[in-house]
């Protein structure tokens, strides 16, 4: 499975986002998913996971309410809408497949980042 992220840009605080992860191969409609987020000098952290009849969700506390985690398994792609942004949101974020739905997850398929800069 190949993962391409997008979505990323440059957003004043309070605007919105919405990331998309594109995935090749037939299996896609089998695997949890993630996103997660890594800022400069920070740990990489887990920020939505959904599995893969779309009913089942988690998110970080912190973007409770703001970010939703969605799914279009016919058009093999994951999405990560994001409301509110706030200057601490911004990070490189990955998404990333075959996620065990743990604390924290553990993936086998990771995309390349998209850059999330969120200015206040």
């Known amino acids: 499975v190949q993962l391409q992220a997008s979505g990323g840009g440059l957003v004043q605080a309070g605007g919105s986002l919405r990331l998309s992860c594109a995935a090749s191969?037939?299996?896609?409609?089998?695997?949890?998913i993630g996103w997660f987020r890594q800022a400069p000098g920070k740990e990489r952290e887990l920020v939505a996971v959904i599995r893969p009849s779309g009913s089942t969700t988690y998110y970080k506390e912190s973007v409770k309410g703001r970010f939703t985690i969605s799914r279009v398994n016919a058009k093999k792609t994951g999405y990560l809408q994001m409301n509110s942004l706030q200057p601490d949101d911004s990070a490189v974020y990955y998404c990333?497949?075959?996620?065990?739905?743990?604390?924290?997850?553990?993936?086998?398929?990771w995309g390349q980042g998209t850059q999330v800069t969120v200015s206040s």
């Open positions: 990333a497949a075959q996620c065990t739905y743990t604390n924290p997850p553990v993936c086998g398929y």
């Open positions: 191969g037939r299996t896609f409609s089998s695997y949890t």
